[in-house]
């Protein structure tokens, strides 16, 4: 299918139809590859792109998973199940991986999933398109579908692929596969996969091409069954505070291109800051007590009335400030009704 534009209501011009494998196959600076230079190194990133891996089955099922949700059409294009058997043998014998092999290299584009996989994909994409909001945006008729932009920034050439925008409603949403979509689930996934920086790339590259998004909603389904729901948002200050590493990231790989020079992790002696390792929202029953000016006891009886989770640094036993909090709220709430 060849690529097209869509010009919506906001002036937004964004290129549909464009493959996913020549979408993430060209050169422009991606979200994904700005988030590894920051957490890893440009020479890292260099090596990687230089050499691509294999895609991991995680991988494999979150994009099947986004292409049989959202462009349910394509499916059979980009998605095949495994075969059990080819020729009555059996997937550990060498007729089948041969034959297998050669089905692979026949159709190369295509993600191969064993069918308890594909099962899978089918079921979790059931449970994102019951969710009201994907149903009301999808409902829509200038939503945009995998839309690609092309922006400059810091000298860097860059690109944004939304899964979805509703240019009537300013909404960006983002489907993301998830082993716990509880909110605690969630925000340790947020933090852990820069998810913010993800948020404020797709909607500073939106309103640097024409748009003018309003909200970004990640919409979680868990892997497992019965694959329960959840669409969180961020805070405007949460995603106003990567502008700073999103800015540095381009600058970078706009520096690397133009020399030629892919630097390592440095050279010099660095002093590691074991503390921040474990996060400075984490205290020990003791300066809990002294943060909030009660007893330990009373620490320790919200932590277990109230199923608080905690974690062992070194040998002391630390909980989260905000869950402390937030469960001494219910606690005065519970006694006041």
Avoid at 225 to 251: G, I
Wanted: aromatic share 8%; hydrophobic share 35%; net charge neutral.
């Amino acid at each position: 299918m060849g690529s097209r534009n869509h010009q919506t209501g906001d002036g937004i011009m964004l290129k549909e139809g464009i493959e996913n494998n020549v979408y993430h196959g060209s050169g422009e600076l991606s979200r994904s590859t700005a988030w590894s230079l920051l957490s890893t190194c440009p020479a890292k990133v260099r090596h990687d792109l230089n050499h691509p891996k294999e895609s991991s089955s995680a991988l494999v099922i979150g994009s099947a998973f986004h292409t049989a949700t959202l462009e349910p059409g394509k499916l059979d294009d980009e998605v095949a199940v495994k075969p059990s058997e080819i020729d009555g043998q059996g997937p550990r014998t060498k007729h089948y991986k041969e034959s297998f092999e050669i089905m692979q290299k026949n159709e190369p584009n295509k993600m191969w999933l064993a069918p308890s996989d594909y099962d899978l994909v089918m079921d979790m994409a059931g449970a994102a398109l019951d969710h009201p909001l994907l149903k009301t945006h999808l409902a829509e008729r200038d939503t945009i579908i995998e839309g690609t932009g092309f922006f400059e920034l810091e000298g860097a050439k860059c690109k944004v692929r939304p899964d979805l925008y509703n240019p009537g409603a300013g909404v960006v949403i983002d489907l993301k596969s998830t082993q716990d979509a509880s909110e605690k689930g969630f925000a340790k996934s947020v933090r852990q996969f820069g998810y913010a920086f993800q948020a404020c790339w797709y909607m500073h590259a939106l309103r640097l091409i024409g748009a003018k998004p309003k909200q970004f909603i990640f919409l979680a389904v868990e892997k497992a069954k019965p694959h329960l729901t959840a669409a969180y948002t961020l805070s405007a200050s949460d995603v106003d505070k990567q502008m700073a590493n999103m800015e540095r990231a381009c600058k970078l790989w706009a520096t690397c291109e133009s020399s030629g020079v892919w630097p390592s992790y440095s050279d010099d002696v660095t002093t590691l800051d074991l503390g921040s390792m474990h996060g400075n929202n984490r205290l020990n029953v003791m300066q809990m007590a002294d943060k909030f000016g009660v007893s330990r006891t009373y620490v320790y009886r919200i932590i277990r009335e109230h199923n608080l989770e905690t974690k062992n640094i070194g040998n002391r036993r630390t909980i989260d400030i905000t869950d402390f909090a937030n469960a001494v709220r219910r606690d005065e709430e519970g006694k006041a009704a």
